[in-house]
């Protein structure tokens, strides 16, 4: 799939810009502070409602208007076309396919896979957990439609126990979610567990071309005791729940360990092998949404040259083109980024909040 027109009116900077983007390479530059880390916000926007660099709308809509209106035409990988739109004012958002007005932002994003990288994504492997089981949502919500709707699910009996021992609700009152969460709970680990056993391949692959042999291993967690159910976990949590007024076992508390060397990224590999590992993951996650999905996905990286050295670089950028992955890379200087491997790139140049279609 790709994005064939993107439009944007009043995202920060931007008053009004319109891009035709080329399906396979899109290379972006411009001075420090002249719109292209927001031009990458705009198609991360239109995938997830939201922006990699603030939840607070009001910080997005640019200074002076009342709302920000971002659209594109996207070619779905059955080869259809679809208009696509959402406007966002400070309380409230619209969301548009084809013309009609949409209620989830779910339907949005099953149209729009989109891959990022930007200078703080190294806290994939650093960060807290949040991040890594975002990284893996995304993957399970693009392979497997159930995972939605089943994670929904786990979310609201989740809500309600928190609700229940928040109150110091009798023990009953707090238990009677236990059934509802072990079942879910049990959805979101297969499906969970399934994929990253499938993705173990596709990292294989991508930590052999960038990191020369086969170095990085991912252990999944799954938020409880393997040794125990997930009813036995809650039984067994209850007190300490009942003292801190949260649940403290469970799905939303999974994790990804990441290795280098078998030894924990987090804390030994540097900081550029921490982006290269993000790459890594990156890239066996579109591997694979290729391979069982036949659907190819938008990859963005902001700054590409702060990323990676030219060599991973190269063999990064080639990897895409394999992937047949629309690519959007932004840059200060254009001379780091070589796009000879794509005769069909275009390039845009962005100087205060303008874009323009180079050569
Ligand atoms: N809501 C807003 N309204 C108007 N301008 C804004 C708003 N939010 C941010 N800006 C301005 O937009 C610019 C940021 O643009 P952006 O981050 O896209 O630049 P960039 O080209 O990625 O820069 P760098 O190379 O430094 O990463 C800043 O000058 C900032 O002051
Ligand atoms: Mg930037």
Same mark, same amino acid.
């Given at each position: 799939m790709s994005l064939e027109k993107l439009q944007i009116y009043d995202l920060r900077l931007i008053e009004q810009a319109d891009l035709a983007l080329s399906p396979s390479f899109n290379l972006i530059y411009g001075k420090n502070a002249s719109g292209k880390s927001t031009l990458l916000e705009a198609v991360d926007i239109l995938s997830r409602g939201r922006s990699f660099r603030s939840r607070i709308v009001r910080e997005l809509i640019r200074k002076d208007a009342?709302?920000?209106?971002?659209?594109?035409?996207?070619? %779905?990988?059955?080869?259809?076309?679809?208009?696509?739109?959402?406007?966002?004012?400070?309380?409230?958002?619209? @969301?548009? #396919? $084809?013309?009609?007005?949409?209620?989830?932002?779910?339907?949005?994003?099953?149209?729009?896979?989109?891959?990022?990288?930007h200078p703080e994504g190294y806290t994939?492997?650093?960060?807290?957990?949040?991040?890594?089981?975002?990284y893996m949502n995304w993957?399970?919500?693009?392979?497997?439609?159930?995972?939605?709707?089943?994670?929904?699910?786990?979310?609201?009996?989740?809500?309600?126990?928190?609700?229940?021992?928040?109150?110091?609700?009798?023990?009953e009152t707090v238990s009677a979610w236990h059934t509802e969460l072990q079942q879910t709970a049990n959805e979101i680990d297969t499906l969970r567990s399934n994929y990253?056993?499938?993705?173990?391949?596709?990292?294989?692959?991508?930590?052999?071309?960038?990191?020369?042999?086969?170095?990085?291993?991912? %252990?999944?967690?799954?938020?409880?005791?393997n040794e125990e159910s997930m009813f036995e976990a809650l039984?067994?949590? @209850?007190? #300490? $729940?009942?003292?801190?007024?949260?649940?403290?076992?469970?799905?939303?508390?999974?994790?990804?360990?990441?290795?280098l060397h078998d030894q924990q990224a987090a804390a030994y590999a540097s900081r550029g092998q921490q982006?290269?590992?993000?790459?890594?993951?990156?890239?066996?996650?579109?591997?694979?949404?290729?391979?069982?999905?036949?659907?190819?996905?938008?990859?963005?990286?902001d700054d590409l040259a702060s990323e990676l050295d030219s060599d991973h670089r190269k063999a990064f950028l080639s990897a895409l083109k394999n992937l047949k992955c629309q690519t959007i890379v932004t840059?200060?200087?254009?001379?780091?980024v070589n796009g000879e491997d794509f005769p069909e790139g275009r390039v845009f140049h962005v100087k205060?909040?303008?874009?323009q279609r180079s050569e």
């Open positions: 009342q709302y920000l209106t971002l659209s594109a035409s996207i070619l %779905d990988s059955s080869g259809l076309k679809h208009r696509v739109g959402i406007q966002k004012q400070r309380q409230a958002t619209r @969301l548009r #396919i $084809d013309g009609k007005p949409i209620q989830t932002m779910s339907t949005l994003a099953t149209l729009l896979p989109v891959q990022l990288i994939l492997i650093s960060g807290a957990p949040p991040e890594r089981r975002a993957g399970v919500f693009h392979v497997k439609h159930e995972y939605l709707s089943v994670w929904r699910r786990y979310q609201r009996a989740l809500q309600q126990r928190n609700k229940a021992l928040r109150v110091h609700a009798p023990k990253i056993a499938a993705l173990t391949s596709h990292i294989t692959q991508y930590s052999n071309l960038l990191f020369a042999n086969d170095v990085v291993r991912v %252990d999944y967690k799954r938020g409880w005791l039984e067994r949590k @209850l007190p #300490i $729940d009942l003292d801190r007024g949260f649940t403290s076992v469970g799905p939303h508390r999974a994790d990804l360990a990441v290795y982006k290269t590992l993000v790459a890594v993951l990156r890239l066996a996650q579109a591997s694979l949404l290729l391979a069982t999905q036949q659907s190819s996905c938008i990859f963005m990286v840059a200060i200087d254009p001379a780091f205060q909040g303008r874009v």
